[in-house]
């Protein structure tokens, strides 16, 4: 039994006499370890055969050593080598026995190199994993803190900067605010978060700001970015600044959150108001030169004319004096005229506004406009036949008018044509705000236009400027139109300059209307009314904007027309698929709902074919008139018109052959 495990066993067993090392007998467990044949063995050492490393001498000493001292080892690790000289690891167990009185050493070593590498395999495994576990955790820790310093750093941009930020939800819910915005409100973050950006004292304390804001933001969170320029109150006072909002938008185009802005510039507002004031200033001087040089030869025209009296009193002879008073009382107007523009230009001259007929006023006018550009000039008026009137001051307005016909004599040395005219005209929306301060309404116009030399748009630029004059000095103050300007602004009006080098300028004043009736004699609209020869005529009114609608059906039933007035496309067929009569459709183009004016009134000339129409078109709705492909007895009037200019249209076109009527 022993025997049979002795040969069958894996691992190797091995004895050798204690006495001089050398092997009785190995088993054949031993040839398949380390290689060797047992009879190559068997007689020798270990150490002859040799199975230990010479580099693990040591170590095989120590095994020996404590064999020697405990008479056995117990699963001692160490290292073998075979026969090929391959190092295997293995663990060894030994004792000593007593056999016949000799002392034998048994050993019985197990290959443990399988084992080992599966061990170590398995320890490389875990390091490796555990090496990558911190390099992750190491890389997570660097990223976080690279973001926190990238946060950080722009965080202190945000802290730090003088402009005031801040963060809102779409809504205009404030989700964060900058240090210098919230130093102007003496107030901290947490007083600010969750309201509406309206409703935070920076808006708060001015009256009106609330609503705007909130009107802004909600542009802003329909994706807009808005900038104005806002005054403010704040507790440090009133403030100036440039302020702006612009939505953030994910991929999708939505807005995610609006960041506000404001940068304040009450200072470079200040700096710039005392710069033109510096400026207006060096002007002032400029002008002195020219002031005192006119001044002086009015002041020598007095004079002279004093001195005359006083020499034709010293020879006793009188009769000459009234001469000599009117030649120095109309040089002292001139004086008093010259300081009224100064006045004017610093707008410190008090207004005496009153209800003014601009028609009389020009009438009232002409013969001394004629005599100030002299006969070289031809003096013309076309005055329309219902003018409105205006709150204004008349004698300004005069002095306007004669400063107007002074530059355009100025402008004609050899002669040509003035002409002042007079119209009704409504401004609409859509013009008045392509222009600065320009509100829409009714307006009474009076143009000057000249056939003189034009102006190049270089002076054009600068006409308005006060002092700016191309004339030479004592001829021109260069106060004129800027005078003109001033006094209309002040009057609620406003100045336009048309002018082409060559060719001539038009000045264009418009003058608010004053109430809704105009001041004419009722004999005066009697004659007026009778004039229009198809005045009893029906005209039916297509158009949305309801305060032109009314003015037209105002205006065309005080010259006798019946007038039916509807609001849309719809609304007109309607009518004019009744058997209502009508002798003519006045209709604007662009309507609201699905019908233009045009598609109206085609629909119409089914039942009633030859209807006389007149188009009233903006200028972007040309296009659904055809290009101007008319067919007969349809005509357009583009805006916006003076109404004079309109009442000869319809009248024109009732005259224009038979009325056609219903025939459904
Ligand atoms: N009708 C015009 N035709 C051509 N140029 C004109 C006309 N009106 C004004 N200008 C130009 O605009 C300038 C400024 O006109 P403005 O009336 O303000 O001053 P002025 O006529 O030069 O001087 P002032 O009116 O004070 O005597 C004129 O010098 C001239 O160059
Ligand atoms: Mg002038």
């Given amino acids: 039994m022993y025997r049979r495990v002795f040969y069958a066993s894996p691992d190797y067993i091995a004895f050798s ?14 040839e398949r370890m380390l290689g060797y044949k047992r009879t190559e063995v068997i007689g020798r050492t270990s150490k002859e055969v ?45 004792n000593i026995l007593e056999v016949d009185g000799e002392l034998i050493l048994v050993a019985i070593v197990r290959d443990v190199t399988e084992r080992n590498r599966a061990e170590h395999e398995l320890r490389d495994r875990e390091t490796a994993l555990r090496q990558l576990n ?14 926190r310093a990238s946060e950080t750093r722009i965080r202190s941009i945000f802290e730090t900067s003088y402009q005031f930020m801040g963060l809102l939800a779409p809504d205009g819910t404030m989700l964060d605010a900058n240090r210098a915005s919230l130093e102007s409100i003496n107030a901290k973050l947490e007083d600010v978060t969750g309201r509406a950006l309206w409703d935070t004292p920076w808006f708060t304390a001015t009256p009106g ?26 507790p440090a006072g009133v403030r100036t600044f440039d302020f702006s909002m612009r939505p953030i938008l994910d991929a999708g185009g939505r807005v995610t959150a609006i960041v506000p802005e404001a940068v304040e510039i009450t200072e470079r507002r200040r700096a710039e108001d005392a710069l033109r004031q510096a400026q207006k200033m060096e002007a002032v001087g400029q002008l002195t030169g020219g002031l005192a040089h006119d001044f002086n030869n009015l002041l020598a025209g007095i004079v002279g004319n004093l ?136 307006y009474v116009t009076i143009s000057v236009t000249d056939s003189g030399t034009g102006m190049p748009p270089e002076v054009m630029a600068r006409a308005f400027d006060p002092f700016f004059t191309t004339k030479p000095i004592g001829q021109g103050t260069g106060l004129g139109l800027s005078m003109i300007f001033g006094f209309i602004k002040q009057s609620g009006g406003y100045v336009r300059l048309h002018s082409e080098p060559g060719v001539g300028t038009t000045v264009r004043i418009d003058l608010p209307m004053h109430g809704g009736e105009a001041q004419i004699d009722k004999s005066e609209r009697k004659t007026a009314t009778a004039v229009s020869a198809a005045a009893s005529a029906t005209v039916l009114l297509v158009d949305d904007e309801a305060p032109l609608r009314m003015l037209l059906a105002e205006i065309l039933s005080g010259a006798g027309y019946a007038v039916i007035e509807a609001a849309d496309g719809r609304e007109g067929l309607k009518i004019l698929q009744s058997p209502q009569h009508i002798d003519l459709l006045v209709s604007d183009v662009g309507l609201p709902g699905n019908m233009n004016g045009r598609q109206m009134a085609d629909a119409a000339r089914v039942l009633r074919p030859g209807l006389k129409v007149i188009f009233i078109t903006g200028y972007a709705e040309h296009a659904a008139l055809g290009n101007g492909q008319l067919d007969t007895g349809m005509q357009v009037m583009t805006k916006p018109f003076a109404l004079d200019t309109f009442m000869a249209k319809v009248s024109e076109s009732l005259d224009a052959g038979a009325v056609s009527q219903f025939t459904g």
């Fill in 17 to 30: 006499r204690l006495s001089d090392g050398t092997y009785i007998d190995v088993n054949p467990g031993f």
């Fill in 50 to 94: 040799g199975i230990w490393p010479e580099s693990d001498a040591a170590q095989r000493t120590a095994y020996v050593e404590q064999l020697r001292k405990d008479g056995l080892v117990k699963d001692y690790p160490g290292r073998l080598r075979t026969s090929t000289g391959k190092i295997i690891d293995v663990e060894a167990s030994a």
């Fill in 134 to 147: 911190e390099t992750l955790e190491q890389r997570v820790q660097e990223r976080t803190a690279q973001l």
């Fill in 209 to 234: 700001m609330p609503e705007k804001i909130r009107a802004s933001v909600a542009a802003v969170g329909k994706g807009e970015s808005v900038r104005h320029e806002i005054t403010v109150n704040l």
């Fill in 307 to 442: 001195q005359l009296m006083r020499v034709r009193i010293g020879q006793g002879s009188t009769g000459s004096l009234p001469r000599y008073i009117d030649a120095a009382e109309s040089i002292a107007d001139r004086a008093a005229a010259l300081t009224h523009r100064l006045l004017a230009f610093s707008r410190r001259q008090t207004l005496d506004p009153k209800i003014t007929n601009v028609n009389r006023l020009v009438a009232s006018m002409r013969e001394l406009i004629q005599r100030t550009v002299g006969p070289g000039v031809q003096v013309h008026t076309e005055l329309a036949a219902d003018a409105w009137n205006t709150m204004c001051d008349a004698h300004q307005l005069e002095s306007a008018l004669l400063n107007l016909a002074i530059n355009a004599r100025d402008a004609m040395p050899n002669g040509g044509r003035l002409t002042i005219e007079t119209t009704n005209s409504i401004l609409y929306q859509a013009q008045a705000a392509t222009q600065e301060g320009v509100s829409p309404g009714r």
